[in-house]
């Protein structure tokens, strides 16, 4: 007991000593509106099932609605996606925490039986490819079980990828970080696995989860970064590293020596050649983090290109109130975006505020009955995977968006 609290002690000194020397991304100004700040661009949904053609429509974000919806009847008026992160092989058979790793257990039931109660529902999981979490004194980092068996990829884990992939194409699987959690700095964000990585280090890590997608027999085409750390501790060693490993043009103007010499750095990483690792597009920011962090780099309603990224923004949380997830939903619907609603795949909504305990499911719940009641049969449900698609279809035919 004396050498737990003692533990704690120097934890809470070091996380003060680091919070002063490096940005702490976990500080955010609450008081900054998703809707807040001028972002002008176009945007496109997809045609419905009844054949009627795309819809252009123009918006300004600060000035609010300004969506030009045609009268046509079957348009989609906007997107929506329900993206859940930190799902992993754990689970309480092998964990302390449940985090969707047993097939018809605990969370992994619930996700299982919400996306069965609502056929249209569409979902996005961010995994952890290798989950390493924190010890019980919250200082030491390792794995809590066998080690390697946490790895998608493990033979253990078979059920686990045959159960996404019997929910798929409802259900895609993206990535999320590689063990989520860092050792250095200690303590200081140490969710946030790539704040402080160089270009190389995010690249190896990112080599590394693709890898492990692969031998687990797992397509990728989404990343997001865990606790929305991007690296303004690194240079942004993270985003230059994704650019590495995206299969789209870049407009950073690199040259093409440049682009040559990545490919190669990749290639001699992992044995690859860049065809085999593309991320179609990152989800980096939501309203307060990530891009938006400090001040507003993209929109947090419609898909955007930053600096040859496609960014899917994250823009309602679980961990709202009700009334206020609905407001905004309402919202973002009428401006003809993208409603990324997220939570945490974890079966708690009292520790982990997110999550897919009965508080929140109640507000998908909320959420899925709005869209039914007021929009029936112009939400695009979809898969972020599927955004990304669309998005670079229209981004290269005329009138492109950006
Ligand atoms: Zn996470």
Same mark, same amino acid.
Request: hydrophobic share 40%; charged share 20%.
């Given at each position: 007991?004396?050498? !737990? *609290?003692?533990?704690?002690? #120097?934890?809470?000194?070091?996380?003060?000593?680091?919070?002063?020397?490096?940005?702490?991304?976990?500080?955010?100004?609450?008081?900054? =509106?998703?809707?807040?700040?001028?972002?002008?661009?176009? @945007?496109?949904?997809?045609?419905?099932?009844?054949?009627?053609?795309?819809?252009?429509?123009?918006?300004?974000?600060?000035?609010?609605?300004?969506?030009?919806?045609?009268?046509?009847?079957?348009?989609?008026?906007?997107?929506?996606? #329900?993206?859940?992160? =930190?799902?992993?092989?754990?689970?309480?058979? %092998?964990?302390?925490?449940?985090?969707?790793?047993?097939?018809?257990?605990?969370?992994?039931?619930?996700?299982?039986?919400?996306?069965?109660?609502?056929?249209?529902?569409?979902?996005?999981?961010?995994?952890?490819?290798?989950?390493?979490?924190?010890?019980?004194?919250?200082?030491?980092?390792?794995?809590?079980?066998?080690?390697?068996?946490?790895?998608?990829?493990?033979?253990? *884990?078979?059920?686990?990828?045959?159960?996404?992939?019997?929910?798929?194409?409802?259900?895609?699987?993206?990535?999320?970080?590689?063990?989520?959690?860092?050792?250095?700095?200690?303590?200081?964000?140490?969710?946030?696995?790539?704040?402080?990585?160089?270009?190389?280090?995010?690249?190896?890590?990112?080599?590394?989860?693709?890898? @492990?997608?692969?031998?687990?027999?797992?397509?990728?085409?989404?990343?997001?970064?865990?606790?929305?750390? @991007?690296?303004?501790?690194?240079?942004?060693? #993270?985003?230059?590293?994704?650019? =590495? #490993?995206?299969?789209?043009?870049? $407009?950073?103007?690199?040259?093409? $020596?440049?682009?040559?010499?990545?490919?190669?750095?990749?290639?001699?990483?992992?044995?690859? %050649?860049?065809?085999?690792?593309?991320?179609?597009?990152?989800?980096?920011?939501?309203?307060?983090?990530?891009? *938006?962090?400090?001040?507003?780099?993209?929109?947090? @309603?419609?898909?955007?290109?930053?600096?040859?990224?496609?960014?899917?923004?994250?823009?309602?949380?679980?961990?709202?109130?009700?009334?206020?997830?609905?407001?905004?939903?309402?919202?973002?619907?009428?401006?003809?975006?993208?409603?990324?609603?997220?939570?945490?795949?974890?079966?708690?909504?009292?520790?982990?505020?997110?999550?897919?305990?009965?508080?929140?499911?109640?507000?998908?719940?909320?959420?899925?009955?709005?869209?039914?009641?007021? !929009?029936?049969?112009?939400?695009?449900?979809?898969?972020?995977?599927?955004?990304?698609?669309?998005?670079?279809?229209?981004?290269?035919?005329?009138?492109?968006?950006?």
């Amino acid at each position: 007991m004396v050498r !737990h *609290n003692l533990l704690r002690f #120097l934890n809470g000194l070091a996380t003060r000593f680091y919070a002063r020397q490096y940005r702490d991304i976990f500080r955010k100004d609450f008081s900054r =509106d998703l809707f807040a700040g001028e972002v002008v661009r176009s @945007i496109t949904w997809p045609a419905s099932a009844d054949g009627s053609g795309p819809l252009r429509q123009s918006y300004s974000e600060a000035s609010g609605v300004k969506a030009r919806l045609a009268e046509a009847s079957g348009v989609a008026r906007a997107a929506f996606n #329900l993206n859940l992160d =930190d799902f992993s092989t754990q689970s309480r058979r %092998n964990s302390r925490y449940d985090y969707g790793g047993a097939v018809g257990e605990g969370v992994n039931k619930i996700l299982g039986g919400l996306m069965a109660a609502h056929p249209e529902l569409r979902v996005t999981l961010f995994a952890v490819p290798c989950a390493h979490y924190v010890n019980s004194h919250g200082i030491f980092y390792g794995t809590t079980w066998h080690k390697g068996r946490f790895s998608l990829a493990h033979p253990a *884990n078979r059920p686990l990828i045959a159960w996404l992939k019997s929910l798929a194409p409802r259900l895609e699987v993206a990535i999320h970080g590689y063990h989520h959690f860092r050792s250095w700095p200690p303590l200081f964000l140490a969710a946030a696995e790539f704040e402080f990585a160089s270009r190389e280090e995010s690249l190896e890590r990112l080599c590394r989860a693709l890898d @492990i997608f692969a031998s687990a027999g797992l397509s990728v085409s989404g990343f997001r970064p865990p606790a929305w750390g @991007i690296g303004y501790n690194s240079d942004f060693g #993270l985003l230059s590293a994704l650019r =590495d #490993l995206s299969g789209q043009d870049t $407009d950073l103007g690199r040259s093409r $020596d440049n682009a040559q010499q990545h490919a190669r750095t990749i290639e001699h990483a992992h044995g690859r %050649n860049q065809d085999q690792t593309s991320f179609k597009y990152v989800s980096a920011s939501s309203p307060l983090s990530g891009l *938006n962090w400090d001040r507003k780099r993209v929109s947090n @309603i419609y898909p955007e290109r930053y600096e040859g990224l496609l960014n899917l923004p994250q823009n309602v949380s679980l961990a709202w109130p009700t009334e206020r997830i609905l407001e905004t939903v309402s919202k973002i619907v009428q401006m003809g975006g993208l409603v990324s609603l997220m939570g945490h795949m974890n079966a708690e909504d009292h520790w982990m505020e997110d999550g897919l305990g009965p508080r929140n499911l109640a507000k998908i719940e909320a959420v899925l009955e709005y869209l039914r009641r007021e !929009h029936a049969g112009k939400i695009w449900f979809a898969t972020l995977a599927e955004i990304a698609d669309f998005w670079h279809r229209i981004a290269h035919g005329p009138g492109a968006p950006c």
